[in-house]
């Protein structure tokens, strides 16, 4: 049975450890935007302002990094991911650092940052929660990028591709060209080449011209 869109925001990890009865007493005081999506609709932009927290509440989405220098994009499936890049509504740079899209039809809910910081932080279970979401989003990626040492090409490669990634998993598309993956984790085109044609026939990769597909990021390492 689908659930209503009341009861999945109450399944919202923003709001964990509150009682449906403190959660109706936030909701009615602070204003939910909820928008509908189509298939290939974007949610935000890179290089966008981050305004607020954004959920997915339903629906299938992916994410487009495009490297400020032109030299690749890189574009993953992404697993429900909650809600979308909310350590960049702090800090020094306050912007979302890729775009995200509909795969499918789906709807978001977004609080602005004003609502959140006057209504929402005052409430200590729901700072500590939206505290940890941050930390914990930020401790994950930072823990796989120290696990890989530089010391052969494969391990660079699989951190080029963690450093540019929202998640440490699943499948990645990169439109790159042989010569650029090179020169960016500093090794030659040739061993380059060698070691994706050696993944590629383990069959963690599939490779096109200018195009390299990760079937499970995971797998990589």
Do not use: W
């Given at each position: ?18 009682t ?26 890179q ?15 992916a ?6 220098q032109?030299?690749?994009t ?13 350590y ?13 899209f ?22 200590n ?18 823990k ?30 990169i ?47």
């Amino acid at each position: 049975m689908e659930l209503t869109m009341f009861e999945k925001i109450l399944q919202l990890p923003l709001f964990q450890g509150l009682t449906q009865k403190e959660i109706e007493d936030v909701m009615s005081h602070i204003r939910l935007d909820f928008v509908n999506y189509q298939a290939g609709d974007e949610i935000v932009m890179q290089d966008d302002p981050c305004r607020g927290l954004v959920y997915i509440i339903n629906g299938e989405i992916a994410s487009e990094y495009r490297d400020p220098q032109g030299r690749f994009t890189l574009t993953e499936q992404l697993s429900p991911i909650g809600v979308i890049e909310p350590y960049n509504m702090f800090g020094m740079f306050q912007k979302y650092s890729r775009t995200y899209f509909f795969k499918t039809d789906g709807c978001t809910l977004t609080i602005d940052k004003a609502i959140v910081l006057k209504h929402l932080m005052t409430n200590n279970i729901i700072k500590i929660n939206l505290l940890n979401i941050i930390c914990n989003r930020y401790q994950q990626t930072q823990k796989l990028l120290c696990e890989f040492p530089d010391d052969n090409i494969k391990s660079k490669l699989v951190k080029f591709i963690l450093s540019h990634s929202s998640i440490g998993k699943g499948q990645k598309e990169i439109h790159i060209k042989m010569t650029d993956i090179a020169n960016i984790i500093h090794e030659t085109r040739l061993n380059v080449s060698k070691t994706l044609n050696t993944l590629q026939q383990q069959g963690h990769v599939s490779l096109q011209r200018n195009m390299l597909f990760i079937k499970n990021l995971k797998d990589l390492y």
